[in-house]
């Protein structure tokens, strides 16, 4: 199956801050991953009086790397997109030293779990392997998909000065206005960010240049992924910058290539259904993602639940016992 046209983020220096448009700048974490890629952008907008987009996780470089960048201006609010570890852990200490608020939708919510909802996902489990990992990540082979980061770590702790809702905008002053455009299904709270002076949208994990994004239930929710990923391609950005990865500067077609490829990916688990009968979850991973690297197919199933999930709901599919869905239910068409 091919894909969207994926970017590599080259020259990272960790620590550095790069002026990447007249008015952005970015600091990347020291934290990269397979999930993270090179790691957590940190974006400072606006001179003088400035906003700041994702502080990112607790680690010592980089707080001494945004304490340096932002010496002498002042910090007028810090804009959260959603609650992963990598993102907002360091938007306390931020608020501590500079008295600015925090911005985002909400704080996580927490979903619990449906008993049972998982049980069986071990059997796609490598030894000596992570047990989280990228969704549709590919080891080799032309046919192969390039990796998809997933992150499961939440903070918790975190709760916004300031709650969000979509249009408003957060913060205003001269040359500077940020204004929120929420995109939940990565996580139920997710929130971009847009820089109307420069026509910039900071999409988080939402948009990622360099890979698909994890939406894994229960908190993450397919439906609602696909139609925030149309609700930005319908936008007018000049430019997309990620949290993880390159800037994107093709918004429009690009974001309709990730919602194509969501939309494909639905109509092969139906086809294969059609085709050769009952499935289970893990059953239709080892099929369908044949090219990629067995210790990515038990994050693959996250991906292919939350697949599921929206073609039970509307009645494509169903589970063969009539219950709900789960990993080592058969599905049929």
């Known amino acids: 199956m091919s894909g969207p046209e994926f970017r590599t983020l080259d020259d990272v220096v960790y620590g550095r801050v790069d002026d990447v448009s007249p008015g952005v700048r970015r600091v990347i974490a020291k934290n990269p991953s397979k999930f993270t890629y090179t790691g957590t952008g940190t974006y ?133 206005t940020m204004r929120a455009v929420t995109t939940p299904g990565h996580t139920s709270n997710h929130c971009c960010f847009s820089f109307e002076e420069e026509r910039t949208l900071f999409t988080g994990d939402h948009v990622m240049g360099w890979s698909t994004t994890v939406v894994s239930p229960p908190d993450g929710d397919m439906r609602s992924y696909i ?41 092969q688990i139906v086809d294969l259904l059609r085709a050769s009968g009952p499935h289970t ?6 099929v369908l993602y044949t090219a990629v690297h067995p210790k990515l197919h038990r994050p693959a199933a996250r991906s292919v639940m939350g697949h599921l999930i929206e073609l039970v709901d509307d009645g494509r599919v169903h589970t063969v016992d009539g219950g709900p869905v789960r990993v080592a239910a058969q599905f049929a068409v």
Do not use: N
């Open 44 to 176: 400072i907008v606006g001179r003088g009086d400035v906003v700041v987009i994702d502080p990112g996780p607790v680690i010592d470089s980089h707080r001494d790397a945004l304490a340096a960048a932002l010496a002498g201006e002042t910090v007028r609010g810090i804009l959260i997109t959603h609650c992963h570890s990598d993102h907002s852990p360091l938007a306390a200490w931020l608020a501590a030293e500079t008295g600015a608020p925090t911005f985002a939708v909400g704080p996580h919510l927490v979903v619990d779990e449906p008993e049972g909802m998982f049980d069986g996902e071990e059997e796609l489990s490598v030894p000596d392997e992570p047990a989280e990992s990228s969704d549709d990540a590919a080891s080799s082979g032309d046919d192969a998909e390039p990796e998809v980061k997933m992150e499961e770590s939440v903070d918790t702790g975190f709760a916004p000065d300031v709650a969000v809702s979509d249009g408003e905008v957060a913060l205003e002053g001269p040359g500077l």
């Open 227 to 267: 139609d925030s990923l149309r609700k930005v391609a319908a936008r007018d950005d000049a430019l997309l910058w990620p949290t993880h990865g390159p800037c994107r500067d093709d918004a429009p077609t690009y974001v309709q290539a990730l919602v194509d490829h969501r939309l494909a990916r639905t109509a």
């Open 281 to 286: 979850v893990p059953e239709i991973v080892r």
